[in-house]
Every structure is written in C-alpha cells, then in structure tokens.
C-alpha cells in the first residue's frame, strides 16, 4: 500500500493488482474448501473472480497440509486427457497414462502421505462447457464429473469453479453432477468504505479524493472492481481531481473499451443461450416499483434459447453480475429489486427529435426515470450519525452530465462568468447550441431561484433550458406548493403541463423573459428520490 511516487499503483488490465482489497467471505469458503467442501462462484465481468481465487489461494497456502492449485484457464487442447494431464502436472505427480482424477489424486496422496489435503480452483469454467470438435458434448462436463466421483471417494479433495452465465449451461444442456452438489457463492461490488480503502494511496501522497470525487466514482461505476480501478489510475496521473474528471473518464469509456461492455454483457447475457436475462434486465429498469412474479416469469420466455432459466436463476445471475439488489427474498411477491447506478445502467438510445429543446426533455426525462430507478445508491449516512440523506448537487450534476455524454451529448465545461455557470451545459453532436440544466434539492439553499438562475445564464447560443428540483421527501401535493414556493414569486408563466407518471412527479413549461428581454421557454421536473428503492 505504499507506491512508488512515480509509478501508478493501479493497472485495470491485470488481475495482479497492486492495490486490493481482501473480499468478504474468503475466509469462509477457504475453510470449506480445505475441508473437503465444493463450490461454484458465479460473477459477472470486472467482478474480480480471479482476484477472488488467488486471495483463496494465498488464504489456503496458510493452512498445514493444504495445497491449493490454481488453474487459471482451460489448457490450449481441450480434451477430457489433457484436462486430467494438466491437473496431474499443477499437483506435480507422474500418473502416467490415468484415465480419470482418482488416479492421480491417489498417486498425489501416496506420494504425499496421510494428513495431506488438496483444493483445486478453476478459473473460467464457461470456457470448459465449450467445444468446436462436439459441442453438445464438450470435455469439461466430463471432467468436471469425473472429478466430482473422486470427491465421493477422497474427503481430502476440495474444489471450486467460477464462471458467470456458462455455469447454467453446464446445469441446463450439459449436465453436472459437481454443480449439483457444490455451494453457490458469489461475490459483490466495491462499497463506498471499499473505494476508500483503495484510494490509500492517494492520501499517502497527500492528495486525498475528495468526498464528492468518491461518490462520482461510486455512481460511475456500480462499485465493479474493473471499472473503479480503471478510474483510479485515470485520476493518479492528475494532481487534482473532480467530479468533471470523472464525468470525462467514463464517458469515453465506452468507446474506448468497447470489447469490456461485450464480454460483460455476455457474462450474464447470451441470446444463443436464453433471452430471458436482457428481456428481465430490461423490464426491471423501466420498473417504477417492485416487480410481480407474473411479470417476471413472462420475462423470462425464452423462444430461441436452451437454456431453462426460470426469472430466480436471472435475478441471480444480474445480481453476480453487479447489476441490481435484491431486496429481501425472491420468493415474495412482488420482488423488489432495483438496477445499480452505473454506466452499465444508464441508456444507450438518444431521442431523435430534431429541436434541440425537445431532444433535451426527452433524453433528460430517460435520465431522471434511471435516477429515481437507482435512487438508494443516491442516499448516505448523515454527519453525526444522523439519518440518511441525499449526496450532494455536484454529483447528482455528474451523474446526469455522465448519462448525457452516454446517449451523445457533449458537456461543456466553461470557467465561470459574472452570473456563474449552469450545472450543466450540453451540445448535441458538435453544433453550436447550447442546453443548460439547473439542478437542484428541495429545501437546501437558493432552490426557489432555480428558474431566475437558469435565465441568468442564457446566451445567444443557449437554445433549450431546464430546472430538475429533487427532493427525498413526501411533499403533499407538492407541484402545487412547487409552484406557489419557485414560480409564483417570481411571476413566472405556467402553462398547463403534460400528462405525467412517476417518476417524474411533475412537469411544467415556463415561457419568460430574461433581464435582458430575451424570451426563453424552461422545463422544470419534479423528482422524488425514494430512498427505498
């Protein structure tokens, strides 16, 4: 934990990094593996299952008479005899020509002795239910039953498998009798203290991340391992970092990584093999609520694909994949479960409307329905051990400027002027109109100005305009007491607003006309952040 000051500390592309963090749960599951026990751990893409299997390795190697061996990845040649070589050459013993793991395990233990316990660990068990020469019948459902009749035999084998949606294949198409009988555990994303931890080293340089460039990350990324440590060695090269910086890192992210969001989509989601998870990942974030299992198990159809995915197996596998929380039990009806807030959450399709006024309520709605969809992950403990409340606007502000980038918008990041600047400021495709939003938290601050700020920005280049004024309260019949607290003082003109739904509390159209004269026409959303969701 304590770098080189010229040297990053942090390298997302390796499963070595420098900087990490103990997992919840690696003492546990090493016990039971040392005792002869058997897993399968099931997480999605970034999750850190690699980091997960040498922090059991490293964990088992404490204990006397265990040996832990890391297999890491299939061999080359994927055969049912060289899978059995293989393991033979990592355990160190000549089995000459064994036909299955009984037989080199039993060799292992006559050269060893008694008293001696071995865990295997395998890394990227999709790929062993794999094959080009026989895929209804590849090697690794073999192997992986063979060696589950030499556990039957030897109690002084353990041994775990991770993967992430080829775990069902093994279970639906290929059949397993390791998987049937092994504990399914899984791991989680970073939490905030997590985050803390890692960003040790740059306190120990003396230029610690603030708490708001913190909470940025955090809703950035979903706390995936990945994706935070990708953002860290970003930040390291800076001498100072905001939420600006953030919003930059990982809105270019997706373009320059877009290989990661493909093997992370396919880690819990292949149409080849079910499309019940994007069709149930896709129904949950439009939820305005908990989900009814009618609801799901009409999800969960899959037409095309193999696997019998049913809408529990689903929700497990988006929750291994860091996608959603689950809370309480999926046996209640309705289910209530929410998406993580994070770029693999925000939307991927920009509106089409051709003014740019009408292109900002549309994609600005969008954004403001996945906030209040995530909107737990919003919430922090209070100063002095008080209740919960809300984070503050500058990330709320990136939030929302990192979801703009996403559907093709650019933030502009001007220096201040004599009125100040806009929370945000947009252009569409490189023209030269602006947009610019006002954000603000009902109660905190100069919130009923939020409309005369907004037109103290506007400019000949400004073309669209909004308010989002957030709130985690239940306000009763609060449009009304929005309108008699922020509009009317300030004679503004409401017209009568859209039919509206949840999320979006309210929605009103306010022509008015600046110091200036110019006429300009705001959208003001009223959103409430339920802190239950």
């Not at 865990?119 to 026989?134: F, I, M, N």
């Not at 949606?165 to 899984?186: E, K, W, Y």
């Not at 959450?345 to 600005?364: E, Y």
Request: proline residues 7%; charged residues 25%; aromatic residues 8%.
């Amino acid at each position: 934990m304590h770098p080189d000051p010229g040297t990053n500390p942090y390298d997302w592309r390796r499963h070595r990094p420098r900087v990490e963090i103990i997992r919840p749960g690696v003492d546990d599951v090493a016990a039971d593996l040392g005792r002869g026990g058997s897993a399968v751990l099931i997480a999605g893409r970034g999750l850190g299952k690699s980091v997960f299997l040498r922090q059991l390795q490293s964990r088992l190697e404490r204990e006397p008479g265990v040996v832990p061996v890391l297999l890491s990845a299939p061999p080359a040649e994927l055969t049912v005899r060289e899978l059995i070589r293989e393991l033979a050459r990592r355990l160190e013993v000549d089995a000459g020509d064994a036909s299955g793991v009984h037989e080199v395990f039993q060799k292992w233990l006559d050269e060893r002795g008694s008293g001696q316990r071995a865990v295997l660990l395998y890394d990227e068990l999709d790929r062993y239910g794999k094959s080009a020469a026989s895929p209804a019948h590849p090697p690794g459902r073999d192997f992986f039953n063979n060696l589950e009749l030499a556990r039957r035999d030897f109690p002084e084998l353990g041994a775990l498998a991770a993967g992430s949606i080829g775990v069902f294949n093994f279970r639906d198409s290929l059949g397993s009798s390791f998987l049937a009988r092994a504990n399914r555990i899984r791991i989680h994303p970073f939490d905030l203290d997590d985050m803390s931890r890692l960003t040790r080293p740059f306190s120990e340089q003396g230029r610690p991340l603030s708490g708001e460039v913190l909470e940025a990350l955090f809703l950035a990324t979903g706390g995936n391992p990945a994706l935070v440590t990708y953002g860290l060695e970003s930040l390291w090269p800076q001498p100072s970092a905001g939420v600006d910086e953030v919003t930059e890192i990982y809105a270019g992210f997706r373009l320059e990584h877009a290989e990661f969001l493909n093997d992370f989509q396919r880690s819990f989601s292949d149409p080849a093999l079910s499309e019940a998870p994007q069709q149930i990942w896709e129904l949950i974030q439009k939820a305005e609520g908990p989900i009814s299992h009618a609801d799901l198990e009409a999800a969960s159809q899959s037409k095309n694909g193999i696997l019998r995915l049913d809408f529990r197996d689903v929700l497990d596998l988006l929750e291994a994949a860091g996608l959603v929380r689950i809370a309480g039990s999926v046996a209640a009806d309705p289910v209530t479960v929410r998406p993580i807030a994070s770029i693999l959450s925000l939307p991927r399709t920009p509106s089409t409307a051709a003014r740019i006024a009408d292109r900002l309520r549309s994609d600005l709605g969008h954004l403001l329905a996945r906030l209040h969809a995530s909107a737990a992950d919003f919430f922090r403990p209070g100063t002095g051990g008080g209740g919960k409340q809300l984070v503050p606007e500058s990330v709320f502000a990136s939030f929302l400027a990192l979801g703009f980038e996403l559907l093709g918008w650019q933030a502009v990041r001007e220096a201040q002027s004599v009125a100040g600047r806009a929370d945000l400021q947009l252009r569409w495709n490189g023209g030269e109109e602006l947009a610019i939003v006002e954000l603000k938290i009902w109660g905190r601050g100069d919130y009923r100005t939020a409309h005369r700020q907004a037109e103290s920005y506007w400019s000949d280049q400004v073309a669209a305009g909004a308010v989002v004024m957030l709130t985690d309260s239940e306000i009763s019949n609060w449009p009304r007491v929005y309108r008699e607290s922020c509009l009317d003082p300030l004679h503004v003109t409401v017209d009568e607003p859209p039919e509206t739904s949840l999320p979006i509390r309210a929605q009103f159209e306010c022509p008015s006309n600046t110091v200036d004269g110019v006429a300009v026409r705001i959208d003001h959303f009223l959103v409430r952040v339920p802190r239950g969701r």
